[in-house]
C-alpha cells in the first residue's frame, strides 16, 4: 500500500521568514495530494491541494509543489505568521471515480515566532 | 451552516464498556470516514461508507464497528474489543465520484478511565 513521509516533525521560524515541509510517498498511482492544518482539539481543515496534471499550485502565501518523478511533494508557506502555527499534514490518494484512499504523513509542529 | 458535525467533543468511558460517537454531516456528500489520531501520529483509518447500507473496514477496523442508515450519518461504536481505545477521532466526508477532497467535523476525544 501507499506510503507518506512527512518532514521535518518540528519546524520553528521566525515571523515573515519562510516555511517548507516535505512529503515522499511510494505509489506511482497516486494523484491527488492535499495538506491539512490542524490546530490544538481541532479537526484538520484543507489548506490546498494539487492533482498530479499540475506541478505547482499556489493561495496567496500558500502553495505546494509536486515532482512526480521523484515522487514528492512540498508545502511552502511565505511571510509566515505566529497564526500559521499549527500542526500541517500532507496526504496522498489514487483517487479516481471509486473512493480514493487517503494515506497521511505524520505531521509537521509549525511554530511561528513573533 | 453546511459541514460536519461531531458529538460529543469529550467522551469518558469506563474499560468494559462500549461507546457510540456520533457524526452528522449536511454536506449531501455520499462518502464518509473515520479516522483514529494518537498523540505526535497521522491519521488512519478506520472504516469508510461510500453509499448507504454500505461501509468497508480501513486500516485499523479491529475493535469498531459503524452503521450507515443515512445518508447524513455515519456513528462509530467502540466496543470493549478496542485495547487502546483512549485517541482523538475525527469523522470525514466527501463527495464520491467527483473529488476526493475530505472535509473534516470537530473530532471527539475518547478517554478510557
Known amino acids: 500500500g501507499e506510503n507518506v513521509e512527512q518532514h521535518p516533525s518540528t519546524l520553528s521560524v521566525q515571523e515573515g521568514d519562510s516555511a517548507v515541509i516535505k512529503c515522499t510517498y511510494s505509489d506511482s498511482a497516486s494523484n491527488y495530494f492535499p495538506w491539512y492544518k490542524q490546530e490544538l482539539g481541532k479537526g484538520p481543515q484543507l489548506i490546498i491541494d494539487i492533482r498530479s496534471n499540475v506541478g505547482e499550485k499556489k493561495d496567496q502565501r500558500i502553495a505546494v509543489t509536486l515532482n512526480k518523478t521523484a515522487k514528492h511533494f512540498s508545502l511552502h508557506i511565505t511571510e509566515t505568521q505566529p497564526e500559521d502555527s499549527a500542526v500541517y499534514f500532507c496526504a496522498a490518494s489514487t483517487g479516481g471515480t471509486s473512493y480514493g484512499k487517503l494515506t497521511f504523513g505524520q505531521g509537521t509542529i509549525l511554530t511561528v515566532h513573533p | 451552516d453546511g459541514g460536519i458535525t461531531q458529538s460529543p467533543k469529550y467522551l469518558f468511558r469506563k474499560e468494559g464498556q462500549n461507546v457510540t460517537l456520533s457524526c452528522e454531516q449536511n454536506?449531501?456528500?455520499?462518502?464518509m470516514y473515520w479516522y483514529r489520531q494518537d498523540p505526535g501520529q497521522g491519521l488512519r483509518l478506520i472504516y469508510y461508507?461510500?453509499?448507504?447500507?454500505?461501509?468497508q473496514k480501513g486500516d485499523i477496523a479491529e475493535g469498531y464497528s459503524v452503521s450507515r442508515e443515512k445518508k447524513e450519518s455515519f456513528p462509530l461504536t467502540v466496543t470493549s474489543a478496542q485495547k487502546n481505545p483512549t485517541a482523538f477521532y475525527l469523522c470525514?466526508?466527501?463527495?464520491?465520484?467527483?473529488?476526493?477532497?475530505?472535509?473534516f467535523g470537530p473530532g471527539t476525544r475518547l478517554t478510557v478511565l
Open positions: 470525514a466526508s466527501s463527495i464520491l465520484g467527483s473529488s476526493d477532497t475530505q472535509y
Open positions: 461508507s461510500q453509499i448507504v447500507n454500505d461501509f
Open positions: 454536506l449531501n456528500h455520499d462518502a
